[in-house]
Nanobody, 115 residues
Framework: QVRLVESGGGLVQAGGSLRLSCAAS????????MGWYRQAPGKQRELVAQ???????NYLDSVKGRFTISNDGARNTVGLQMNSLKPEDSAVYYC?????????WGLGTQVTVSS
């Protein structure tokens, strides 16, 4: 079993920045992808950004140009730099890792953007 631990959430004013980090409890050398999802109250969980083991990234349209995902594959960590934050970015952000035959989720970290 792999445990994912997120950090870096918090309260920020609109236009500000936050950086989220996610670390796996042990190395998964054959992971397929790592990514960030978010879920706001009353809404479905949605993919924010994802990076494959080969470095291919994809982003939710509304965060393109503002958010950047990065990972250290050797240490199974993934970060999300969030700039120019908007109130609509407020949500619980979850880290996810996909490995052959397995999917792991973190417990989430709250991001709140005040207007």
């Amino acid at each position: 079993q792999v445990r994912l631990v997120e950090s870096g959430g918090g309260l920020v004013q609109a236009g500000g920045s936050l950086r989220l980090s996610c670390a796996a409890s042990r190395n998964i050398f054959n992971f397929i992808a790592m990514g960030w999802y978010r879920q706001a109250p009353g809404k479905q969980r949605e993919l924010v950004a994802q990076i494959s083991s080969g470095g291919v990234t994809n982003y939710l349209d509304s965060v393109k140009g503002r958010f950047t995902i990065s990972n250290d594959g050797a240490r199974n960590t993934v970060g999300l730099q969030m700039n120019s934050l908007k109130p609509e970015d407020s949500a619980v952000y979850y880290c996810k890792m996909v490995a052959p035959g397995s999917v792991f989720w973190g417990l989430g970290t709250q991001v709140t953007v005040s207007s």
